[in-house]
């Protein structure tokens, strides 16, 4: 596609609910990468991938995140058991090959838990 | 580890006139690049400017310019002829030369702009 799009733009989740988040980057983007934003804060990294290897993950916040890219294409951010906390926007990021310049953001997804 | 820090949360700037955006950072590395980006309300982070460590030269884009005092770590941004559209967050950004390296982000800036 022309653009990193991601899905649902907006998800309210019960707290203990399990959600989904997708990413499907540009097509032939190599690296990949899940960012959280917090309101008024700046993103932080969760994890990385170059094709379907999950190279860094040492940003996940617990082991109930958890991310996939099976095929290198679409990648998925599960949240298990969903907390307040993790009320946020999550931006996938992706680019052709690992190189020293900006990535293409998408639009993200906001998380809200209630 | 790398720290970006944006201390001013808000500014504010007339159209047509000039504001300039700070950012500091740290690192112990010599080579790196930074970034700032610009989110709007839809959230997409848009990149403005790009400039390499290595590069004594001050990167420009448009109406967009950069500070960058590598000895002082320092970054800023100036936007000169300021219009309507350039409202939205500002995110100063550092990323490492190293392969696969993530991009750490300041806090931002909520820059608005008066007609």
């Known amino acids: 596609g022309a653009g990193v799009s991601q899905s649902p733009r907006y998800k309210v989740a019960k707290r203990g609910q399990d959600v989904a988040l997708r990413c499907d980057p540009i097509s032939g983007h190599v690296s990949l990468f899940w960012y959280q934003q917090a309101l008024g804060q700046g993103p932080e990294f969760l994890t990385y991938?170059?094709?379907?290897?999950?190279?860094?993950k040492s940003g996940l916040p617990s082991d109930r995140f958890f991310a996939e890219r099976p095929e290198g294409s679409v990648s998925t951010l599960k949240i298990q058991r969903t907390q307040q906390e993790d009320s946020a926007v999550y931006l996938c990021a992706s680019s052709q090959r690992d190189r020293g310049f900006g990535y293409t953001f998408g639009s993200g997804t906001r998380l809200t838990v209630v | 580890a790398q720290t970006v820090t944006q201390s001013q949360p808000e500014m504010s700037v007339q159209e047509a006139e000039t504001v300039t955006l700070s950012c500091t950072y740290d690192?112990?590395?010599?080579?790196?690049?930074l970034f700032w980006y610009k989110q709007p309300p839809s959230r997409q982070m848009i990149l403005v400017i790009r400039?390499?460590?290595?590069?004594?030269q001050n990167a420009t884009e448009n109406r967009f310019s950069v500070n960058f005092q590598k000895a002082a770590k320092s970054f800023s941004l100036k936007i000169s002829d300021s219009q309507l559209g350039d409202a939205a967050m500002y995110f100063c950004?550092?990323?490492?030369?190293?392969?696969?390296?993530?991009?750490?982000f300041g806090k931002g800036i909520t820059l608005s702009v008066r007609p």
């Open positions: 690192t112990s590395e010599s080579d790196y690049y």
């Open positions: 950004a550092y990323r490492s030369v190293r392969p696969n390296s993530k991009l750490t």
């Open positions: 400039q390499e460590a290595y590069k004594q």
């Open positions: 991938f170059q094709n379907e290897a999950q190279l860094d």
